[in-house]
């Protein structure tokens, strides 16, 4: 189906083409219509499969832009999905003067928050503790809501978040459309789902976990140090971009060290961290300037990062969702991907169901593994920090401009612009690194020297 068979506007088809989709993909094709309709639904469709534009389309398409008043609530588990969440709904709405999306994560300023509150958005993208205080500080109004989405439904509405989840749909108007989305479901999920939706339709997508996108290899560890494992399983593979995920911080900061030891450049992302560093990690990771991430289940919910070529689990999920979103971390939007799981004695049960529930996957030796030493495990760009962002109207184009016509690189040399309140990073080849940074501190931008730094 294209995007012109929808009943949206002709400017919204517009702005989606120009975001280079052409195609709904399967769940969008599924939702879409019936999300138009301001039906329930609990959708059900695989890791990287579009279901971030299948809620985001039909609730920008309802919005009324002019009642500046909250129409719409997401919630996330985390604050990284959050704010990649609220870029993709800023993106998709460009096409409607004046909309706002905010986003209220912990780990910044509640003050601020509470600012942008009292000048009203329409679009708000929230973690469940962080909106949790608002409500209860009153610095919110709900009564004008008319649509709730839980993204990872399944991790929104289990142990960990499920009273908090409680307690803000509570306060929310009942009369409202409510979407649910994961990859996952628990069979409970209806049963749960009725405690705060009306007659939800059920909407699953294609065949869960497709055979050959992810091809997946599983390794038994005895007695071997893991860590050292790392760079054959890395190169044997010739994989550029790779993100490895532990089950404990301790473990992930450990390994971060030893892979240090070992000469790869890794980044290490936990909630330990404070928020700066984690956006920071996030952004040096996703621009390519650093092969390796180590990362906590934090990371395994619903991130996407283009090219991601290799997952590794270091250490088995502890259960076969977690395994399923980990995975999913590659292998998206249509490309390949190869998963890679250490596994111990004591991991039987938990592989078995794995097996039962990805048909094809292959195991290996490790005494078969060896380094393929010609490989070097690096990336392709390196980053420049630059200090200033939006607040300083400091855009991409900017940016751009000044490294091409003021520097003089070539548009191949530049990589992914990140842009901040108060910073931004551009991503640039290594090999004209040293002349990015020479001349773009000494180049204006704007108008204005910024500061650069190579991070
Ligand atoms: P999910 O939430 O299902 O894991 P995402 O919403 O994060 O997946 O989407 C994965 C990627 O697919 C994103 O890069 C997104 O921009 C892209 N994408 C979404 N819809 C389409 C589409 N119709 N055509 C092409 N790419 C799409
Ligand atoms: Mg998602």
């Given at each position: ?42 959708a ?41 969440i ?67 439904a399944?991790?929104?509405l ?36 009725n ?75 936990n ?8 956006d ?39 259960d ?25 004695d ?46 300083q ?28 309140p ?34």
């Amino acid at each position: 189906m294209l995007f012109d068979e929808l009943a949206i506007s002709k400017e919204f088809i517009k702005n989606i083409k120009s975001l280079t989709y052409t195609k709904l993909t399967q769940i969008q094709e599924q939702m879409i219509p019936l999300a138009l309709e301001a039906k329930n639904i609990i959708a059900q469709a695989k890791t990287g499969s579009g279901k971030t534009a299948a809620f985001c389309i039909p609730i920008i398409e309802k919005l009324e832009v002019k009642k500046f008043r909250i129409q719409i609530l997401v919630l996330a588990p985390t604050r990284e999905l959050a704010n990649q969440i609220a870029q993709e709904m800023r993106q998709l709405s460009r096409h409607i003067h004046n909309v706002k999306v905010l986003t209220l994560c912990g780990g910044v300023a509640f003050k601020p928050q509470v600012i942008s509150l009292q000048h009203e958005a329409h679009i708000i993208i929230a973690t469940p503790g962080r909106i949790l205080k608002h409500i209860r500080e009153d610095n919110i109004n709900l009564k004008h809501l008319n649509t709730l989405v839980l993204d990872e439904a399944d991790r929104m509405l289990d142990m960990g978040f499920y009273e908090d989840i409680n307690d803000i749909i509570q306060s929310l108007p009942s009369k409202r459309q409510t979407l649910l989305l994961s990859a996952t479901y628990d069979d409970n999920i209806k049963k749960l789902a009725n405690n705060f939706m009306q007659s939800p339709i059920l909407i699953k997508s294609e065949v869960l976990h497709e055979r050959t996108i992810i091809n997946q290899t599983f390794y038994k560890i005895s007695n071997q140090n893991k860590s050292s494992l790392i760079p054959a399983l890395i190169s044997t593979n010739k994989a550029k971009s790779i993100l490895i995920f532990c089950n404990m911080k301790i473990t992930c900061e450990q390994l971060a060290d030893e892979l240090d030891d070992l000469g790869l450049d890794v980044l290490s992302l936990n909630s330990n961290l404070e928020q700066k560093d984690r956006d920071e990690i996030m952004v040096l990771f996703s621009n390519k300037s650093y092969p390796i991430l180590i990362a906590t289940d934090l990371a395994s919910r619903g991130l996407h990062i283009d090219n991601i070529d290799l997952v590794i689990n270091y250490d088995l999920a502890h259960d076969i969702n977690i395994h399923t979103h980990r995975i999913g971390r590659t292998a998206r939007a249509g490309n390949t991907g190869m998963a890679i799981s250490l596994y111990q004695d004591e991991d039987e049960e938990k592989l078995e169901d794995i097996k039962s529930c990805f048909a094809d996957i292959s195991f290996e030796e490790v005494s078969n593994l060896s380094d393929n030493l010609s490989y070097t495990i690096d990336s392709d760009y390196r980053t420049l920090y630059i200090n200033g962002g939006k607040k300083q109207k400091l855009r991409a184009g900017d940016i751009l401009g000044a490294l091409i016509i003021g520097v003089g690189l070539v548009k191949e040399d530049i990589g992914k612009i990140d842009s901040f309140p108060f910073c931004s990073y551009v991503a640039i080849k290594t090999a004209v690194l040293n002349k990015a940074y020479d001349g773009l501190s000494n180049t204006k931008i704007k108008g204005k020297y910024f500061r650069i730094h190579k991070k």
